[in-house]
């Protein structure tokens, strides 16, 4: 899984490019403001949230100029409460107005989906289960939506079609059946995991038997989910999977899968309220 420290190349292009989409040849607006006139500004929370953003932030200050200064006023993944200050820059009056909204875009993105994580990691805490996201992210923000469901609490799930086997209806039918597609993933790649998606009770027993390590219950019942558990006895890691939202999350969780795979961490949040003032 990525960390903070590998992530710092995808941090840097990401930012990169959501500077070069927003200022392109330069921030007329920004010019108003007579040169090297100095300024602080601070952000503020509008709404109780999750905090989260924060090394894209100060790489969007970095990038512009590496002289602003700043300070934080909470840690990343801190509980913050409406109205509450989160950071406090100092600095060229222009770059910071430059730097406003990729900052805000950063922070708010990625603060939603750490408050969501929150919240539906909360939910199940009593339980042993681990709540993972899906591949469903905004394009180019893969890297940052995942490290924002971790700092929520949750999980992730593969980083993309290269870490791990995923095999689907679509893929089963292309090769046959299921043993037959398990088995061939086995001899590609040894060392990645094998996941295959089962739809009923008889396709869980023929990917038990072709040993794949975790098997996806997709859009299994309540009645059925308890079944599979109690089928697998702890012999392969269960995942559930489909359509699955906050009234339906606890029942899931307390029936002994292992994990479930919630797309709406990364796909439905809701951006969280910023602004920035001039102080």
């Known amino acids: 899984m990525h960390n903070i420290l590998n992530l710092q190349s995808d941090i840097t292009s990401q930012v990169t490019s959501a ?10 607006t920004a010019q108003l403001i007579p040169e090297h006139t100095q300024a602080s500004a601070t952000i503020f929370c509008r709404e109780d949230a999750v905090l989260c ?6 790489e969007v200050l970095r990038q512009l100029d590496a002289n602003i200064q700043f300070e934080w006023h909470c840690d990343e993944g801190a509980d913050v409460l409406k109205d509450q200050a989160l950071i406090t820059m100092q600095g060229d009056a222009r770059t910071l107005l430059t730097a406003e909204r990729s900052i805000l875009n950063f922070l708010q993105s ?41 700092i929520g609490g949750c999980h992730n799930h593969r980083m993309g079609l290269y870490d791990a086997f995923l095999i689907k209806e679509n893929h089963i039918n292309a090769c046959g059946s299921i043993s ?39 859009n299994f019942t ?10 697998t006895a702890g012999k392969v890691k269960l995942e ?12 899931i969780a307390q029936s002994g899968v292992d994990f479930i795979s919630i797309g709406a961490l990364t796909k439905d949040c809701k951006a969280i309220d910023l602004s920035m003032l001039f102080n």
Not at 53 to 58: D, F, K, L, R
Not at 180 to 189: D, G, P, R, S, T
Not at 240 to 251: C, R
Request: hydrophobic residues 40%.
């Open 19 to 28: 500077l070069r989409e927003d200022i392109g040849d330069g921030d007329i």
């Open 180 to 218: 037959a597609a398990v088995n061939k993933a086995h001899q590609l790649h040894p060392s990645k995991p094998v996941e295959v998606e089962v739809e009923n009770l008889q396709q869980l027993e023929e990917a038990i038997n072709a040993q794949a390590n975790t098997i996806m219950l997709d």
């Open 53 to 58: 953003g924060a090394p894209w932030a100060e």
């Open 110 to 150: 990625l603060s939603g989906t750490a408050t969501l994580a929150k919240r539906y990691a909360k939910a199940v805490a009593h339980t042993k289960v681990k709540l993972l996201d899906t591949r469903k992210t905004i394009p180019g923000l893969r890297t940052a939506q995942k490290y924002a469901v971790r």
């Open 222 to 231: 309540l009645d059925d989910l308890h079944k599979a558990v109690s089928i």
């Open 240 to 251: 559930a999977s489909g359509g699955i939202n906050s009234e339906t999350l606890v029942p």
